[in-house]
């Protein structure tokens, strides 16, 4: 009897091991499906009709959104929506009256867009938008974002998944980062809260909000800036320098969920490194691509892999793909380019779908594109040609479904701001002494960073298995009849 309880406890011991194993393989399993995942491809949006080109700048929960360049050279807000066929139909936005250029700046993934218009007179106002059909269409039912003076140009910029918008606002020609909250229940209107710089700087600059409500970008007096954490309840935070660099002048340009920051660093070289940093501390300095002098981070996905551009002196720009570990990579563009490019990666999930803009030379517009398994398109960067190339057409890309024709829309009036608004200043947040991302941004519940010792090792795992093993045969052999 004892050897089958011995038989037994030896089969629990291999299933649980097995299972074990099964689940340290599995998120590698997972990497292994998304590098070898069917259909990769950069490809062109559909256009409306009209329209020159355009740019991809937020994913939504229907597809993406930015905008598309008229032939006049003037930009319009636009959505591009996923059909149930495959392929992606396309809305532009009206522009309101005396408005001459538009986006959508930012989205959540409740299908709510930030879209902000400029005029000839650098006039900038913002509406918050629900990404339907029936919203997208009727302008009248767009919600106008104020800001604390009835005469305040407003420009919103991001959106997180409380519905909180930040950007800035300008009263007589000077521009104040802030946050509009949404009211508590039952209330109508925004509480807006000013975005201060660290102490001793003089002015501020937003990039990027985290689903959370963390916002990023820098701190800067006239000389220097500092790569900055606006955390949702909290003050400005520095984040860490680069080890490697001079850090002149520091902007944090994208944040994930998990506090993974990305951006860009002026270093002793005299270019502008991208870079990721960690919650912990940890700074990864990503370098510039060969030949380039400027690169910088505009994404961060959940998983912790960074995408942004490399550009060169000349204008030249290429997309930057890094997974988190290794080496960076290019991202290129549609085939059929010029090998001169301008190519910018705005965002990646973690499905491995990346969205930008892309355009042949070093003139005319860019368009927008789409990446589908971004790891398998991403490959070593090569160094530049010395002379440039003759720049090629830019290549129709045809749609996957044919989408109905649009036209772009006429200028409308969106309604005024509803007198309910929450206006005034709100008191200042009076950050304490400038404390560094290390010590005080600590890693929230969640994943942990990439590359981190996050799950058990085979040596943890074949040890708990020989634990339970000389236990069991421990026991059985107290039991074992005389």
Not at 10 to 22: D, E, P
Not at 43 to 48: I, M, S
Not at 370 to 394: D, I, K
Request: contains cysteine; glycine residues 12%; hydrophobic residues 45%.
């Amino acid at each position: 009897m004892w050897l089958t309880a011995l038989i037994r406890s030896l089969v629990i011991t291999s299933v649980f091991l097995g299972s074990a194993a099964a689940a340290l393989a599995a998120p590698r399993a997972a990497d292994a499906a998304g590098a070898a995942c069917p259909g990769a491809a950069a490809t062109v949006l559909t256009l409306p009709s009209g329209a020159t080109g355009g740019s991809v700048t937020v994913r939504t929960p229907s597809g993406f959104a930015g905008s598309v360049r008229r032939a006049d050279g003037s930009d319009v807000p636009a959505v591009w929506t996923a059909g149930s066929s495959g392929g992606y139909s396309v809305t532009a936005l009206s522009l309101a009256d005396g408005q001459t250029d538009g986006y959508v700046a930012g989205a959540n993934s409740a299908g709510t867009l930030v879209v902000t218009e400029s005029s000839s007179a650098d006039e900038a106002r913002t509406w918050v938008v629900q990404d339907s059909p029936a919203s997208l269409k009727n302008p009248a039912s767009w919600a106008a974002l104020d800001g604390p003076a009835a005469s305040a140009d407003v420009w919103g910029q991001l959106i997180d998944d409380a519905g909180a918008v930040t950007g800035a606002y300008a009263d007589a020609g000077t521009w104040t980062d802030a946050t509009w909250t949404p009211q508590s229940a039952g209330a109508s209107g925004y509480r807006i809260t000013r975005l201060s710089p660290l102490p001793g700087d003089s002015a501020s600059l937003i990039e990027d909000t985290s689903p959370g409500g963390d916002v990023v970008g820098a701190s800067s007096t006239a000389t220097t800036s500092t790569a900055v954490v606006w955390p949702r309840s909290g003050r400005p935070l520095a984040a860490p320098a680069l080890s490697s660099a001079a850090d002149l002048r520091t902007t944090a340009a994208a944040v994930n969920d998990h506090g993974l920051l990305g951006g860009t660093a002026v270093t002793a070289d005299g270019h502008d490194d991208a870079w990721v940093a960690s919650p912990g501390g940890a700074v990864h300095d990503l370098g510039v691509m060969p030949g380039d002098d400027y690169a910088i981070v505009w994404g961060v996905s959940d998983g912790g892999v960074a995408v942004g551009d490399s550009l060169a002196g000349s204008g030249a720009a290429r997309g930057l793909y890094w997974a988190g570990t290794g080496a960076v990579r290019e991202l290129p563009g549609p085939a059929g380019l010029s090998a001169v490019q301008r190519t910018a990666v705005f965002g990646i999930g973690d499905d491995d779908i990346a969205w930008g803009e892309s355009g042949a030379g070093l003139s005319g517009p860019v368009q927008p594109v789409v990446w589908t398994c971004a790891s398998r398109l991403a490959h070593a960067p090569v160094t530049p040609a010395a002379s440039p190339v003759t720049p090629a057409a830019f290549p129709t890309a045809p749609a996957v479904r044919a989408s109905p024709a649009v036209s772009l829309p006429a200028p409308v009036s969106p309604p005024a701001a509803a007198a309910s608004r929450v206006h005034g200043p709100q008191p200042r947040p009076e950050p304490a002494a400038r404390l560094r991302l290390t010590a005080a941004y600590p890693p929230p519940a969640g994943p942990a960073e990439p590359g981190s010792a996050s799950r058990p090792g085979p040596w943890l795992i074949a040890g708990a298995a020989f634990l339970v093993l000389a236990l069991t045969v421990a026991v059985l052999r107290r039991r074992r009849p005389a």
